[in-house]
């Protein structure tokens, strides 16, 4: 199984990303944003538990996002691996997934962290939010979640550099050229 994380802050361009990759390698791409929107969408028990978390820019708890992704792993068992978008956010997040992936005889290739400035974030997201409307990309929201991104979940890097899986690539530029040098990491793996 092949399986990576990619990194970075709201709007560094994670799901456009994504979405090349598994057309390339034919892996299944894992959002925990999309999965919480799509349970808030279906107004399903966990959807109404989280979406005032969401629409507020917080983290949902590490337990119930956890066991969604989890879950999510387990519905696809002939997957040929993963892309994990948005997941992890925390150590404890990071940890069970290698503890999860291990009990599958599977571990994490590496994961990718794509750089982008918060000038550059907080213009992407409010074109986002123009065409989403997504409430979390309201200017507070957003800016609450780019400077989360930045004080906190960056605190999860160190956790891969140390097991020497984590490459940075620049963000800003042609997707095409970007999606090339993600390719060119992917590769290696
Ligand atoms: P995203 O689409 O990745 O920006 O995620 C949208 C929102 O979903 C985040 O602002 C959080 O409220 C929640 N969320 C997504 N992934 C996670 C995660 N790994 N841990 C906690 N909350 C998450």
């Known amino acids: 199984m092949l399986n ?12 456009t990303q994504s979405q090349k990759l598994i057309d390339k390698y034919q892996l299944v791409h894992i959002s925990t944003g999309d999965l919480f929107r799509a349970h808030i969408k279906n107004q ?14 917080e983290l949902v708890p590490d337990k119930i996002t956890i066991d969604m992704l989890e879950e999510e792993i387990d519905k ?3 997957a040929k691996g ?25 571990k994490i290739a590496g994961v990718i ?7 550059e974030l ?3 997201v409010a074109q986002r939010q123009l065409e989403t409307h997504r409430v979390d990309d309201q200017a507070d929201k957003s800016q609450k979640r780019i400077d989360e991104y930045f004080n906190k979940i960056i605190l999860v890097l160190p956790y891969y550099e140390e ?11 042609n997707i095409d ?11 290696k793996y």
């Open 122 to 124: 907080v213009k992407r």
């Open 44 to 57: 399903t028990a966990l959807g109404k538990k989280v979406s005032k978390l969401i629409a507020d820019g």
């Open 82 to 106: 993963f892309v994990f978008d948005g997941f992890p956010r925390t150590i404890p997040q990071a940890a069970e997934l290698d503890h999860f992936l291990e009990g599958k005889g599977s």
């Open 163 to 173: 097991q020497n899986k984590l490459t940075k690539i620049n963000g800003i530029g």
């Open 76 to 78: 696809n068992p002939n």
């Open 4 to 15: 990576f994380v990619l990194f970075g802050p709201p709007g560094a361009g994670k799901g």
């Open 177 to 187: 050229d970007i999606f090339n040098e993600l390719c060119a990491v992917i590769n």
């Open 113 to 119: 962290a794509l750089d982008v400035d918060k000038d």
